[in-house]
């Protein structure tokens, strides 16, 4: 059964995870390049990754293929947005919460690789109705 300490603990991991990627590389490459090296760890590490598949919409009833490419999905629970800028635009959040609504995801990271620390000023973690409808866990 999937639990929000289920979804708490694997996020816990994949922050982990991309401290682990930011303190090797350091900031100023291309977002590719650490979603690439995320990809490494999570599936290293066993999780099912999926990464750059489109989003579907549903439109009154009407399965609506698009342009919009998520970057990562850890377990079918946690998506995954990657970036390298300057600053975290509120955009970037809307995108992320979008993809989790619209398919349904009950928790998101934004991370920045492009930062002096990434847990500190580097990720953001979103969570939406899908989270609050699980159940809390052991």
Do not use: W
Not at 22 to 44: D, F, I, N, Q, R
Not at 70 to 75: E, F, G, I, N, T
Request: aromatic share 8%; with cysteine; hydrophobic share 40%.
């Amino acid at each position: 059964m999937i639990t929000k300490k289920t979804v708490n603990n694997l996020t816990y991991k994949i922050i982990g995870y991309a401290i682990e990627v930011h303190k090797e590389l350091g900031p100023g490459l291309l977002e590719s390049v650490y979603e690439a090296c995320m990809m490494h760890l999570l599936t290293l590490n066993g999780h099912k990754v999926k990464r750059q598949n489109l989003v579907k919409i549903n439109f009154q009833g009407l399965e609506i293929e698009t342009q919009l490419r998520y970057d990562m999905l850890v377990d079918d629970l946690v998506i995954i947005e990657n970036k390298a800028v300057e600053e975290l635009h509120p955009l970037y959040t809307a995108q992320t919460l979008s993809y989790m609504a619209l398919l349904h995801i009950p928790k998101g990271v934004l991370f920045n690789f492009n930062c002096v620390n990434i847990f500190k000023e580097g990720q953001k973690t979103l969570v939406n109705k899908y989270f609050e409808q699980l159940p809390d866990g052991d």
